[in-house]
């Protein structure tokens, strides 16, 4: 039998194994609930400490907890973490040898494990679930619970199965956890497992430390660097990039501006990325330059700030990042500089993907959802806490359109003259040339189209490149011009634009920010 001390409450738990004085949040009311038998579906945002509301009442429940988590890479650090507390805590998945495993199955019978990390192929093997009806299981725990979701960024279609849990189970507590969850794909885990009962535990997705700013890209790298020398002299940061190669770029030439940067993508050396996360855990103010592969389970605590130097795919994503910010609590910046390019590209990646159209279809909506926060003159914050399904009553008072209200102007004529261009030039070109065309530049594609005969060409000197750009990002993402589904980027008038376009209706767009605060140039003349 087990060798554990009982403990007389949560409470003494919490504070004799873990060393934390207090529950956060709704921890004390989810430990009660699952330690006292009942199911949970846990919604909290990452950082928020979801482990202790299963870790817990393992330790009050009789028999061993059953963890199922997709991350066999944090497998062992969690288990590890554990040990270090005097928790019994093994995990079982594809990296144990044959030996291990059977050591580790033995000790699940005798009742000695508090808990055990399982894969979830592992979990629904014939002899995995023999041995659970054998054992003393003390509850379930489904750990990102978002990978049952057949639409999310993340299934799993392993989660499937584990409604059978529940069938073959059904006396013991389930407890599903996850940080992303909207409501469709909320729905969709409590049908897929089977937590109907499941009592739901929602925690404010809000981050009220962390100031946010979206910007428009000018020169990224240079944005970046005044970012940091003005607001983040010597602090701790993370950078995302879309690519390895921009990744090593940055990282490089910040280092020659004088910043403490490294690289991380899972394209280096196994040994290099250990080295690289080690020294920004360990050292201070060192800025990590990242593909998004850098940061889950990453737990520092005072990184000051994110930037992204390239558009995220979905708010789900640019949550996520953006929530390892000032996990002290302390002010931090989520930073964000896009422009024109990212669309097109990102438009571009989902239409070449190849994935099914169901999904090419969710995808886009993703992509719109993370448009409608970069483009918009409300509150991002409510914008943000919206799209999780939160309201959040007034206008925060800590982000950049808060800040600084955006200005805006009536952009008809020059949307106008834009869908016109895209319609003359036959719909078959990408931004840049029909730009070119409205700037009367006789370039040699121009003059290979004969473009410079149109009567649109030219007509559009009054705005500047970037202005112009800044209209067409504009369109682009209020759904009036769409990308030609072939991957090239030519764009083609959609049905919003007809009234526009025919003149009977206006258009009121933002001008452009290219700094945080400060100097804002006119997207007008
Ligand atoms: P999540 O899984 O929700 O991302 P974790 O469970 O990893 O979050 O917890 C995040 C961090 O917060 C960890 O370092 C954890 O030890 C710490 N933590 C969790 N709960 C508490 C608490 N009640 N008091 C102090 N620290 C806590
Ligand atoms: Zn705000």
């Not at 023999?130 to 299981?137: C, D, F, P, V, Y």
């Not at 010597?234 to 690519?243: Q, R, W």
């Not at 394209?267 to 103010?285: I, P, T, V, Y």
């Not at 319609?423 to 700037?439: E, H, K, N, P, W």
């Amino acid at each position: 039998m087990s060798k554990r001390p009982s403990y007389p409450d949560a409470l003494s738990v919490l504070r004799e194994v873990f060393g934390y004085p207090a529950f956060r949040g709704s921890q004390a009311a989810i430990v009660e609930h699952v330690a006292s038998g009942g199911d949970a579906l846990v919604l909290m945002p990452t950082g928020g400490g979801k482990s202790l509301c299963y870790q817990i009442p393992a330790l009050l429940r009789p028999g061993c907890a059953v963890v199922v988590s997709p991350l066999i890479a944090l497998m062992k650090d969690q288990v590890d973490a554990l040990i270090q507390l005097g928790v019994e805590a093994a995990f079982l998945n594809s990296t144990l040898d044959a030996d291990a495993a059977r050591d580790v199955e033995r000790r699940i019978l005798s009742g000695e494990l508090d808990l055990v990390y399982v894969a979830p192929e592992r979990l629904l093997t014939p002899r995995f679930q023999s041995l659970l009806e054998r054992a003393t299981i003390s509850l379930f725990a489904i750990d990102e619970a978002h990978c049952v979701s057949q639409w999310g960024h993340d299934f799993r279609p392993e989660y499937i199965g584990l409604s059978a849990l529940h069938e073959r189970f059904p006396d013991i507590p389930r407890i599903a956890l996850t940080a992303t969850a909207d409501h469709a794909t909320r729905a969709e885990i409590i049908s897929q497992l089977g937590l109907e009962g499941a009592r739901e535990f929602l925690s404010s997705f809000d981050r009220p430390n962390i100031r946010y700013t979206i910007i428009e890209k000018n020169n990224a790298r240079k944005q970046l660097l005044e970012l940091i020398r003005r607001e983040h002299s010597g602090d701790a940061g993370i950078v995302y990039c879309l690519s390895r190669k921009r990744v090593d770029e940055t990282a490089a030439w910040l280092r020659e501006q004088g910043i403490m940067a490294l690289p991380y993508h899972a394209g280096m050396d196994a040994s290099s990325r250990a080295a690289h996360q080690a020294k920004f855990l360990r050292d201070e103010g060192i800025v990590m330059v990242a593909t998004i592969a850098f940061g889950m389970g990453i737990d520092k605590p005072d990184v000051r700030f994110v930037a992204h130097l390239d558009l995220p795919k979905s708010l789900e994503g640019y949550y996520q990042e953006t929530g390892r910010a000032g996990r002290d609590g302390l002010a931090s910046s989520a930073w964000l500089a896009y422009g024109l390019n990212d669309l097109l590209l990102l438009k571009e990646m989902i239409e070449s993907s190849g994935a099914p159209d169901a999904q090419k279809q969710v995808e886009r909506q993703k992509l719109d959802a993370m448009l409608g926060l970069a483009e918009t003159t409300r509150c991002r914050r409510q914008v943000l806490l919206g799209y999780f399904g939160e309201t959040l009553e007034k206008p925060c008072g800590n982000c950049d359109n808060c800040l600084t209200p955006p200005e805006t102007w009536d952009g008809t004529e020059a949307a106008r003259k834009a869908l016109s261009a895209v319609y003359r030039t036959g719909q078959r070109f990408g931004a840049g040339q029909v730009i070119d065309v409205l700037l009367g530049k006789e370039t040699d594609k121009v003059k290979q189209n004969f473009h410079q005969k149109l009567s649109t060409f030219g007509i559009g000197k009054e705005l500047s490149e970037t202005q112009w750009r800044a209209v067409f990002r504009q369109l682009i993402a209020g759904g009036y011009l769409q990308t030609v589904p072939d991957g090239h980027g030519a764009l083609m008038l959609s049905e919003v634009a007809r009234p526009l376009l025919k003149g009977e209706t206006t258009l009121t767009l933002r001008k452009i920010r290219e700094r945080a605060a400060g100097k804002i140039r006119t997207g007008s003349s």
